[in-house]
């Protein structure tokens, strides 16, 4: 099981508020990834970072911003949550030092915004 | 454009017997395909990465088969098992950029009934 953890797991929060999902991993991997995923369809990428200080948005355009202070910790905020930031958030890391530079993934948040 | 296809949409089968999933991809240039697994609520577990040369790779009761010509690859799952009720993913990297660009499908829902 890959080291790698997303908090909270579900959150239920109003229109307007502010809110932060945790992702942190363990294995010293300098990539680190956010993904959107409805129910039943693809995951799509919205946030990827290289290295610390290091942040890029992906191709699915997202109201969201991350940062990268640290390798260890990508977390991702939303500054006014709307019910269409209902989704799920996976949060994923890779090495570059690693071969097949296979990306593992966190266990997901299950947001959704009343 | 940049694509993965997967069939069936969904899939229900009997406890112990074998089924075979399918992934059709246009993704241009190619460097990996990758089958994951994704039980409900979670994140995605890699079962296999295959590159170009490779045409079969097993773990376990799960093996892929990848025809880079054709561009299909398929899951052949044996002695199927409750557990193995998930969502099977098949996902395609690029060389196009040095972030090896992960192409998603929207995965095949798999039900395991005893």
């Known amino acids: 099981e890959a080291d790698i953890y997303q908090t909270p797991r579900y959150l239920v929060i109003g229109t307007g508020k502010k809110i932060t999902l945790e992702c942190s991993q363990t294995?010293?991997?300098?990539?680190m990834y956010w993904y959107q995923q409805d129910p039943g369809m693809e995951l799509h990428l919205i946030h990827y970072s290289y290295g610390v200080n290091s942040t890029e948005k992906g191709d699915l355009s997202s109201e969201s911003t991350v940062s990268r202070i640290r390798t260890e910790h990508f977390p991702l905020t939303l500054e006014s949550a709307r019910p269409s930031h209902t989704s799920q958030y996976l949060c994923?890391?890779?090495?570059?030092?690693?071969?097949?530079?296979?990306?593992?993934f966190g266990p997901g948040t299950r947001l959704t915004v009343t | 454009k940049n694509q993965v296809e997967q069939s069936p949409q969904s899939l229900i089968i009997l406890e112990g017997k074998n089924c075979t999933l399918q992934c059709n991809y246009t993704v241009s240039p190619f460097s990996n395909l990758r089958w994951y697994k994704q039980d409900t609520g979670r994140g995605p577990v890699s079962l296999t990465i295959?590159?170009?040369?490779?045409n079969t790779k097993s773990n376990g009761r799960y093996t892929a088969t990848l025809d880079a010509d054709t561009k299909q690859s398929s899951l052949h799952i044996t002695a199927s098992q409750l557990s193995d009720s998930a969502s099977y993913i098949c996902v395609v990297s690029d060389r196009g950029s040095t972030l090896g660009r992960l192409y998603f499908g929207r995965g095949t829902q798999l039900t395991v009934w005893p």
């Open positions: 295959m590159t170009f040369s490779e």
């Open positions: 294995m010293g991997h300098d990539k």
């Open positions: 994923a890391s890779s090495s570059t030092t690693e071969h097949d530079y296979e990306q593992y």
